[in-house]
Each structure stands twice: as C-alpha cells, then as structure tokens.
C-alpha cells in the first residue's frame, strides 16, 4: 500500500468501515512484470522502473540503454453481507447489503537508463499511487421496498516523475541516490438518489489536490550468486489542497531491503525477496496524529527458466495495515516471461483477498443504526511489460 496516501485520505475521515485502498490508494506498479510475478519484489528487482525506487540496483544492468514499461488491468469484487437478527438479539441469517464489481485499468511506470563502466542514471515515471474505488448500494424499507440507490465514485491517482544516478566501486559495492516529485489528485462523488420525487436527493463531492517530494538512498554489495541491497526512502514537503485551503501532511521513513540468489543450476534458478518497514505510528496532519499503527510487509518469488527461453515465475507477498489487523493483506502471484534477444517480455496474474467484519459508522456508506457487515474483497489483477536493451 502506498504509504504516502495515508495522510491525506484519512484526514477525509470517511469512515473505518470503507475499503482500505480509500485511506491509502493502491500502491502503483514500481517495477517490471517480471517482479509482479514473485511476490512484487521490486527493491530486488533488475529493472529500469525498479531502479527509480532502488537506485543502486542499476549498477547491475547491462551496459548502454534500457528501457521498461508496465501497465496493469485489475477486476475488483466486494461483498458486502448484512446479519440479520430475531427480536431476541439472535442471529438468523444473513442478507446481501451490496455487491459490486469493478473493472479497471491501472497506470503503471515507463522508464529508461544507462549505464556505462561505474556510472547508471535512471529516469521514468510512475503511478506512485492509484484510487479506484465504485460502490453503489439498494436502499430498501424495513419492508424490503426500494427507497433510493447510493452511490460512491472515488478515483485520481498521484504521478512520481523520478530521476536516480548509482555509482559502483570495486565491483562489489554500489551506492545509489534519487528523488522524484508527485503531484496527483483524488476525486470522491457521493451520491443518494431517492424514489420519491418529493424528497431531495442528496449528493456531494470532494476535489483534492496532493504535491510532494521523495527523496530516496540505497547500496548493493554484489557477491556474484547473492546479492543485498537497502535503503531508505523520505517524504519531504508534502501537501495536501482542498478548496483553495492547503494542509501540511507529515510522512514517515520507510526502509527497505532486497536479496537476490543464484544458485546456478540447470533451470537458471533465480530466488529473490524484499522487505520494508514505515513508521506510520508518526503520520501527522496539520500536527495533529493520525492514530495510525507502525507497518511493515514482504515479499519472496522464485523463477526457473524452461526450454524455449520460457520463464515461469511465482511468489508470495504480506503487507501489514497501518490501520488494524483485520485489513492486513496477502498476494498470492504467478506469470511467466518471453527472452527474445535482447527483447523480454513479462507477463503476471496476482490474487489479493481480504475479510473483515465492519460495525456501525459515522460516514460513507451510510449504515442502518444498529448495523453491523461481513465484508469480502479481492483483487485479481493483470500485468504485462517489456523490457529492451539497446
């Protein structure tokens, strides 16, 4: 999840009880395809793109120009299941309170980079993070008669334009720095339209503006078969604008680590994993505290290569919430990879569940008093890129 996001969607303050891709935005695609399909370990992965966040994972790209892009489809599916109740408090059922699908391209990142002896420099775009969110909801009497439709549309997204130089020294030690500025907006439109032409219908909606800087370090010992990189990555002037009134969001530190493993076996195995931490317990908005907890989450993918320059790939990955257990969230991913030359063509599917029980709140959705939700959410998503050197 982006963490940057976290800010400015939580001083919105809609409501505990809404998807957690409301609060932070959906973390965009920071690396190639080829990382989507292990387990999204983009801090060890040998890219254009990822070198934007890792800088120093660009000393291990061949020599002259290379180039990446990547882009994602994803279909998003919410249930949302209503218990039922007797007179005496008892449970006797459930009934369906809503159930949306969503379809959806997502932005993801292009980049390029050179490099040559000692010296790589990266640059690119990226979708930092995206919002996507569309809910619409059967208004019904105690008498199960329609009485209005609600509807909620959430969307925007925050761009990263990224610039990245590393520096190796001795052939093992690589020392990397960049920064990027992100500008983006976020939309909300909420609507409840009533049956009854003599009741007004209700809508409103929220325009946000976001601009901010990252600034980000790394460092890749290179050991041959192994190799480990880590970093850090800050926030720095971030702000938020909505109606003309700016705010100031205080955004944590966020570390991060990568492994890389060749065994060299037949298969030309590759092992890779990631993990990062963020300090979002000190998430601040206008100096006041979010009430977030610190968060952290990992990734680990395995590829083989098969005969015809077919490469399979699958991973795994964790990411804790800042918000609350319940909305921690597991990946399952797999896809596979084309070798042309110098032409790769990567191609990943990933399966991303979530559970949780929701109880009356103040907000968006609107909630019968006394109400209480089972909610059920996935993401499948598609993703495909290319990657050509020169």
Do not use: C
């Amino acid at each position: 999840m982006g963490i940057t996001a976290g800010g400015m969607i939580i001083l919105l303050a809609l409501s505990g009880g809404l998807p957690e891709v409301l609060w932070l935005g959906d973390e965009g695609i920071t690396g190639s395809a080829g990382a989507a399909a292990m387990g999204n370990t983009v801090y060890a992965d040998v890219s254009p793109q990822a070198a934007l966040q890792n800088p120093a994972m660009a000393s291990l790209l061949p020599e002259g120009f290379s180039a990446g892009i990547t882009g994602t489809v994803a279909l998003d599916i919410e249930k949302r299941t209503r218990r039922v109740y007797d007179s005496f408090g008892g449970v006797v059922g459930e009934s369906e309170h809503s159930f949306n699908q969503n379809f959806h391209p997502l932005p993801g990142a292009v980049a390029l980079s050179w490099k040559q002896g000692a010296l790589a420099v990266s640059a690119g775009w990226r979708a930092a993070s995206t919002f996507g969110y569309a809910y619409s909801r059967v208004m019904n009497d105690g008498n199960y008669v329609k009485i209005g439709q609600e509807i909620l549309d959430i969307s925007g997204m925050l761009s990263d334009f990224g610039l990245s130089a590393a520096w190796t020294r001795w052939e093992i030690l690589s020392i990397g720095a960049g920064g990027s500025f992100v500008t983006g907006t976020r939309s909300l439109d909420h609507r409840i339209e009533y049956v009854d032409p003599t009741v007004s219908d209700v809508e409103s909606g929220i325009d946000t503006d976001i601009t901010g800087m990252t600034m980000r370090g790394s460092a890749l010992v290179d050991l041959g078969r192994v190799s480990i990189s880590g970093g850090i990555e800050q926030p720095m002037n971030w702000k938020m604008e909505v109606e003309s009134v700016k705010t100031d969001l205080t955004l944590p530190i966020t570390v991060r680590a990568g492994l890389r493993y060749l065994p060299g076996n037949r298969l030309m195995s590759l092992f890779v994993a990631d993990f990062w931490w963020s300090g979002t317990s000190s998430v601040e908005i206008a100096d006041v505290d979010a009430a977030m907890r610190n968060s952290w989450g990992f990734g680990a993918g395995v590829e083989n290569t098969l005969p015809g320059n077919t490469i399979g790939r699958a991973g795994f990955e964790y990411d804790s919430s800042p918000l609350a257990g319940a909305l921690d969230r597991m990946k399952f991913t797999t896809g596979l990879g084309w070798a042309i030359g110098d032409l790769t063509v990567d191609a990943a599917i990933s399966f991303s569940p979530v559970r949780w029980d929701q109880f009356q709140f103040d907000g968006l959705p609107s909630f019968t008093p006394g109400d209480s939700l089972v909610v059920e959410s996935s993401r499948t998503a598609f993703t495909l890129g290319v990657t050509k050197t020169f």
